[in-house]
């Protein structure tokens, strides 16, 4: 059975669908993209996901339960992780204690010790690379870093599913590459589902398992990263817009 | 000068407290609450007639801040409710004109069925020299028990998971929730813990002036001045513009005269929306 089910899900904004009766899934540990041209209704789907935003119609189910009307932290509570494009880290507190709060809020029945939250925020740092920052303020940290933050804060929590929107763009090639290793590190080791909206093509090929492409939103393909990029389809609904491969 | 300045630290205090209240109500859940000097007031009404009633001064304290956190409860789960689910100006002005018909309507109860003087506790004993100053016992009480709640606060906020997770509802509402934190729970007990804090103002206050039914408007004023000038959402903020304002204020009403102060105030936190908008310390948006 599938870890995430999407069924039908709509989302209208005055009238207009963002989302346009939308059916996906996820398998355990997968990673999954999701891709196509700016105003596709990427971002609207991972917000339905989460809670950010109620569905119009249609369901979400997460492990077999029905989280359609989840507010977000009770979705986040029962192992879905957000990271968002534009960093959401707390500027005025420290890189630890930003990853501790995620520790210690972000799981369910969350009345863990706080030496707990703080030992696991560490161990969390330790592996992403910023335990020698872990006493700056977020707010002195470059873009990358800070990315590199909410991950650690997003998988402090121990979530099965990690919902990545459009993290890598803005980033220079160092940063990309060491960016898609790690995501691909925190699958392997944390045993979580990836669902991976992106813009930067290149590392789509480089690191999705599969990939769902949104047009209009509505699902136009899904399929094995070279298999869909191939499609004349996908060609097409990408016309107009470069497609980032370099 | 030194005893207009003693003076001045004793209000300042008191002051800077009493808009901890008003900024963590507006920082977290957008709400302006008019009703919060009413909430003091009625705090201190509750102590005096516990008094009244044969409790010790103590426990009839503890009656009072009791009696506050119970207010901002029953406010949380009733009328600001649908104030929480608006975003923008509408927040604002539903949270101002819900607030300030509670306002009314407590001051209305109080006045009528209650005289003047609401609440005044007597600290025995004689003056203490302070820098050569006499100062009331009554007064450095109430400066023992503000800078108690005050480093009580800055623990809570800066050591404790719960405070951190207050802060971070404050910077980024969205964010929390993200994190999985659930912004209602926080409200809820920011409310209450409000609630005691206006209860405490009153009661430390009453303990130099007598606090009158009448008092809670002013109470409002001067929470409100304070959160301009402190910037809204921040305890360290409320803290230094309190004492900042409380010094202002002592030195205007010697040097200038009463009726003046209030207006020198209210320039001040125009003065400082117009430089700073984001107040001394406040979370710029």
């Known amino acids: ?246 | 000068m030194t005893a207009v300045i003693l003076d001045g630290i004793v209000l300042g205090l008191q002051f800077g407290l009493l808009a901890v209240g008003l900024t963590l109500v507006y920082g977290l859940g957008g709400v302006l609450n008019l009703a919060y000097g009413q909430m003091a007031v009625a705090a201190a009404i509750v102590v005096a007639l516990a008094m009244d009633a044969g409790l010790s001064a103590g426990v009839a304290v503890g009656v009072g801040l009791l009696a506050g956190g119970l207010f901002g409860l029953l406010l949380d789960a009733t009328l600001l409710r649908p104030v929480y689910r608006l975003r923008g100006e509408a927040q604002i002005l539903l949270s101002l004109l819900l607030t300030l018909g509670v306002a009314f309507i407590v001051d209305g109860l109080l006045t009528w069925q209650l005289p003047l003087e609401a609440l005044t506790l007597n600290i025995g004993g004689g003056a203490v020299e302070i820098f050569g100053v006499p100062m009331r016992r009554g007064s450095l009480w109430a400066s023992g028990i503000t800078v108690a709640a005050f480093v009580a606060l800055f623990f809570f906020f800066r050591s404790t998971m719960l405070g951190r997770a207050v802060r971070s509802i404050i910077q980024d509402e969205e964010g929390a929730r993200l994190v999985g934190i659930d912004p209602n729970r926080m409200r809820t007990m920011i409310l209450v813990s409000s609630g005691v804090l206006a209860a405490l103002v009153a009661v430390t206050r009453s303990m130099s002036i007598p606090v009158t039914v009448t008092s809670g408007i002013s109470f409002t004023i001067f929470a409100l001045i304070v959160t301009v000038v402190g910037g809204l959402g921040s305890v360290a903020g409320a803290f230094f513009a309190g004492l900042l304002l409380g010094i202002i204020n002592t030195i205007s009403s010697f040097y200038i005269g009463t009726f003046l102060t209030l207006i020198i105030l209210l320039s001040a936190a125009a003065l400082t929306i117009l430089i700073r908008p984001s107040g001394l310390l406040g979370v710029a948006e």
Request: glycine letters at 10%; a negative charge.
């Open chain 1, 1 to 246: 059975m599938a870890l995430l089910e999407l069924d039908q899900v709509e989302k209208h904004f005055g009238g207009l669908p963002a989302v346009d009766g939308v059916t996906v899934w996820a398998d355990d540990g997968e990673i999954l993209a999701i891709v196509g041209p700016n105003g596709a209704g990427k971002s609207t789907l991972l917000k339905l996901i989460v809670g950010l935003e109620t569905p119009s119609g249609g369901s979400v189910n997460f492990g077999g339960e029905d989280i359609t009307q989840d507010p977000p932290h009770r979705v986040r509570q029962r192992g879905i992780a957000m990271v968002q494009q534009t960093p959401r880290s707390f500027p005025s507190m420290t890189v630890l204690e930003n990853v501790a709060i995620g520790a210690l809020f972000g799981r369910a029945g969350s009345h863990r010790e706080e030496e707990e939250a703080l030992e696991s925020a560490e161990e969390v740092l330790s592996f992403v690379g910023l335990a020698d920052r872990r006493l700056d303020y977020v707010g002195n940290l470059n873009l990358h870093q800070q990315r590199f933050v909410e991950l650690a804060r997003a998988i402090s929590g121990q979530p099965k599913l990690l919902l990545l929107d459009e993290v890598m763009a803005g980033l220079n090639d160092a940063e990309l590459s060491a960016s898609i290793e790690l995501v691909r590190t925190i699958r392997d080791r944390y045993e979580v589902t990836v669902i991976w909206v992106e813009h930067v093509m290149k590392a789509v090929m480089s690191l999705a398992e599969r990939v769902v492409v949104l047009d209009f939103g509505k699902v136009l393909t899904e399929g094995l990263p070279e298999d869909v990029m191939r499609e004349q389809s996908v060609i097409e609904a990408y016309l107009g817009e470069e497609i980032k491969l370099a």
